[in-house]
């Protein structure tokens, strides 16, 4: 069980139904913070609040606790290859630092799509505000940026 891959996911399946975290705590009568527990891989919903997210999210207990995943792409370059409102709506479920990130080091082809996609970021000020990142920092963002365009919508 990959808890980073859950984590995005669970974030990726609460954007789709245009819940803030509040609003999904709501739903569930939960904590805010519990939502945000998930979400940061730090712990997993309970078997009860899985049913409720399965019902919520029309999918199966398994389904959310290990996505399918359709090697759709490899590597982040591939990017290029995806219909962009599908990427765009996949990076929006990440930190807007975490996409700048994502694009230090990163091919022209995949930053001018990224500036498309996100045409109201400065990424010359962002990466300035960010600094220097470690390289194995910018490959695991660029991993879960994959293995979420991977996980099959069934």
Do not use: C
């Not at 398994?62 to 962009?84: A, G, Y």
Request: glycine share 2%; hydrophobic share 40%.
């Amino acid at each position: 069980m990959n808890i980073t891959l859950i984590s995005k996911y669970l974030i990726y399946l609460r954007k789709l139904k245009n819940y803030t975290q509040e609003t999904l705590a709501n739903e569930l009568e939960i904590s805010r913070q519990a939502v945000s527990k998930w979400e940061t891989g730090t712990s997993l919903p309970d078997l009860d609040i899985l049913l409720k997210l399965s019902k919520l999210y029309d999918k199966t207990i398994n389904q959310i606790l290990e996505p399918h995943v359709e090697n759709r792409i490899t590597t982040f370059e591939e990017i290029v290859s995806i219909d962009t409102s599908y990427l765009k709506n996949i990076l929006m479920t990440f930190e807007m630092s975490d996409i700048v990130k994502a694009s230090m080091g990163s091919s022209p082809t995949v930053n001018a799509l990224l500036k498309e996609l996100f045409p109201d970021i400065d990424f010359i000020k962002e990466r300035t505000a960010v600094g220097n990142v470690r390289i194995d920092e910018i490959e695991n963002i660029h991993s879960q940026i994959v293995s979420i365009i991977n996980i099959s919508e069934n």
